[in-house]
């Protein structure tokens, strides 16, 4: 029902605030009977007596103070919802008959009380429509669904991947996945497109600012502040938690993805930084058999850039921040794009010679075009780092442009880009010595590294080694009648006490159609279970990759599932 009101205009001189002395009477000449139900709308304040067609239409003409005090509340036609031309009847009524007997309660004050009353009836009404529509079935926007197949295939990457950190001696931690929206927004802590732009932020009924977390590493500095003193360090810690950013959704970058994260605390020698990236590299090439001509590890310095501000460029960047960021969308945009941005946040000359800097294709070139860059300590690192990698036969190079999104990284970065399939940057990290200060504590050197689940499985998946689900059946148990469906399921349970993975159908079934069961679920043996074999006190076991079959004594037949008819 469409409701329209507007405020009552200025009363005039001979006007007060409840209407001129004579009230008007309901008009039932023109809203009463079959006749007025055909009209196509009426007012609640009707405007004439009971008086003659031409003292009507005289007194209409000259707008009596009620229509001159208020504008008309208009209803569709009564005949299309009985129930609003009642609901309308009843207003008109009260709000006469109240003004006619209380003239102390202003006109508006009632109208306005009515049309409160009305609005919220409707409302309900329609709140009550959309509720009985039926729901969306699709995700949240950005965010995945696992169905049993998804998530088998979901829990085998990560079960590799988490045997093969451990077999580095890292140790597993967690967290709440809610965290104060300081801790994100913290000077030291910032990245500023990720703090004010894609954070999942809100306040809680306490008053609050809660986040849902984007990333882990300052949850594990706030861990690490926590009982500095009481911890050993170096410490080799480990998560997989699922991370929420409010970005727009694309290939391999959801709002919600399960990230890995290695982080080596306490180390500051460069040999923390070489293990890390040695395992970055290594979870691809010796837990997945990745080839290593099908990605590199880029690596840099931040010191390197920070020296090349000081020693050719004119003068500081009026904002580093801001440079830095747009330094790290190199690889996102074109040549001619990056150098028009480049020069907005440098004079001319100086985003040449950053132009130069950049475009360098190994560290010895760098430092042939800018010699004084090589007593910089950060060059000295970096070449250590490199001689170690290089040692352990990591794929990398020298990339100038690489600085890493984040403001609290302050030596080497690293970034594992795949350079065959997806041709894109897979995962990274880098040195985030002293961030423990933001709660207080002592600096701690730390690196580490964040691995998606994302990019890693569309990386997996490009290159065809993404892992199949683990899970299948070992015993298909088939009640071949009515009788045997409880004799099936202790069969079935004691499979599993023997270690197999098994399941009894709920309804009888043919041995055909028992066997076409369990090949869907990629069951190895399938045991039947019928008249004969509960008077035989039996069970037939059929082997499904040779289809052999034989009987067996139905005590103690689950310990033939280990080994394999010959």
Same mark, same amino acid.
């Given at each position: 029902m469409v409701l329209c009101l507007l405020l009552p205009r200025a009363l005039s001189a001979n006007e007060n605030e409840h209407g001129p002395q004579q009230h008007p009477r309901a008009c039932k000449r023109k809203h009463s009977g079959p006749e007025g139900?055909?009209? #196509?709308? %009426?007012?609640?304040?009707?405007?004439?007596?009971? $008086?003659?067609?031409?003292?009507?239409? /005289?007194?209409?003409? +000259? *707008?009596?103070?009620?229509?001159?005090?208020?504008?008309?509340?208009?209803?569709?036609?009564?005949?299309?919802?009985?129930?609003?031309?009642?609901?309308?009847?009843?207003?008109?009524?009260?709000?006469?008959?109240?003004?006619?007997?209380?003239?102390?309660?202003?006109?508006?004050?009632?109208?306005?009380?009515?049309?409160?009353?009305?609005?919220?009836?409707?409302?309900?009404?329609?709140?009550?429509?959309?509720?009985?529509?039926?729901?969306?079935?699709?995700?949240?926007?950005?965010? #995945?669904? %696992?169905?049993?197949?998804?998530?088998?295939?979901? $829990?085998?990457?990560?079960?590799?991947? /988490?045997?093969?950190? +451990? *077999?580095?001696?890292?140790?597993?931690?967690?967290?709440?996945?809610?965290?104060?929206?300081?801790?994100?927004?913290?000077?030291?802590?910032?990245?500023?497109?990720?703090?004010?732009?894609?954070?999942?932020?809100?306040?809680?009924?306490?008053?609050?600012?809660?986040?849902?977390?984007?990333?882990?590493?300052?949850?594990?500095?706030?861990?690490?502040?926590?009982?500095?003193?009481?911890l050993r360090f170096p410490l080799r810690w480990y998560s997989f938690p699922n991370v929420f950013r409010y970005e727009r959704p694309q290939e391999g970058r959801l709002r919600e993805h399960w990230q890995w994260n290695c982080d080596i605390l306490g180390e500051p020698g460069v040999s923390a930084d070489i293990e890390i990236i040695t395992l970055a590299s290594s979870i691809l090439t010796d837990a997945f058999g990745a080839p290593r001509e099908s990605f590199e590890v880029r690596v840099s310095h931040r010191g390197i850039l920070t020296a090349l501000e000081g020693e050719y460029l004119s003068e500081p960047p009026p904002n580093p921040t801001r440079l830095w960021a747009w330094i790290d969308r190199k690889e996102k945009m074109d040549a001619a794009q990056f150098t028009r941005g480049l020069r907005d946040l440098l004079p001319f000359d100086d985003a040449k010679v950053m132009e130069t800097f950049l475009e360098a294709g190994s560290l010895d070139e760098t430092l042939s075009l800018f010699p004084r860059l090589a007593?910089?300590?950060?060059?000295?690192?970096?070449?250590?780092?490199?001689?170690?990698?290089?040692?352990?036969?990591?794929?990398?190079?020298?990339?100038?442009?690489?600085?890493?999104?984040?403001?609290?990284?302050?030596?080497?970065?690293?970034?594992?880009?795949?350079?065959?399939?997806?041709?894109?940057?897979?995962?990274?990290?880098?040195?985030?010595?002293?961030?423990?200060?933001?709660?207080?504590?002592?600096?701690?050197?730390?690196?580490?590294?964040?691995?998606?689940?994302?990019?890693?499985?569309?990386?997996?998946?490009?290159?065809?080694?993404?892992?199949?689900s683990a899970l299948s059946l070992d015993v298909l148990v088939v009640p071949l009648g009515v009788r045997q469906l409880a004799l099936a399921q202790k069969h079935a349970l004691s499979a599993r006490k023997?270690?197999?993975?098994?399941?009894?159908?709920?309804?009888?079934?043919?041995?055909?159609?028992?066997?076409?069961?369990?090949?869907r679920a990629g069951a190895r043996w399938v045991v039947f279970v019928g008249d004969h074999e509960e008077a035989q006190r039996i069970v037939t076991l059929k082997h499904l990759p040779t289809r052999t079959q034989r009987e067996a004594p139905e005590e103690g037949w689950e310990h033939l599932l280990a080994g394999e008819p010959a």
């Open positions: 139900a055909r009209n #196509r709308s %009426f007012s609640v304040f009707s405007c004439c007596e009971n $008086r003659s067609p031409r003292e009507h239409q /005289r007194r209409k003409r +000259e *707008r009596c103070p009620w229509r001159r005090a208020f504008r008309s509340i208009c209803f569709p036609h009564p005949s299309e919802r009985d129930e609003d031309y009642a609901r309308a009847l009843q207003i008109k009524h009260r709000v006469y008959h109240t003004t006619c007997h209380s003239r102390a309660i202003p006109i508006s004050s009632v109208l306005s009380r009515e049309c409160v009353t009305l609005k919220t009836m409707r409302e309900n009404e329609s709140s009550n429509a959309r509720s009985s529509q039926p729901l969306s079935v699709a995700p949240y926007r950005g965010v #995945r669904d %696992f169905y049993p197949e998804d998530m088998g295939v979901f $829990r085998a990457v990560e079960a590799r991947v /988490r045997s093969w950190i +451990e *077999r580095w001696g890292f140790e597993e931690y967690g967290a709440s996945l809610l965290e104060p929206a300081e801790l994100y927004e913290a000077k030291a802590a910032e990245n500023e497109e990720i703090a004010r732009e894609q954070t999942y932020t809100f306040t809680d009924r306490g008053g609050r600012r809660v986040t849902l977390r984007p990333e882990m590493t300052p949850t594990l500095a706030r861990l690490a502040a926590a009982r500095a003193k009481s007593s910089v300590s950060a060059v000295e690192l970096l070449q250590e780092a490199q001689e170690g990698l290089t040692l352990l036969g990591v794929p990398w190079r020298f990339d100038a442009s690489l600085v890493r999104g984040f403001n609290y990284y302050t030596g080497i970065v690293f970034e594992v880009f795949a350079v065959s399939g997806l041709r894109r940057s897979i995962f990274g990290g880098g040195r985030y010595d002293g961030l423990t200060a933001l709660f207080g504590a002592p600096p701690i050197p730390a690196v580490g590294f964040g691995l998606g689940d994302v990019t890693l499985t569309a990386f997996l998946k490009a290159l065809g080694l993404l892992p199949q023997a270690g197999a993975r098994a399941v009894a159908l709920l309804a009888p079934a043919s041995p055909k159609e028992g066997v076409g069961e369990a090949l």
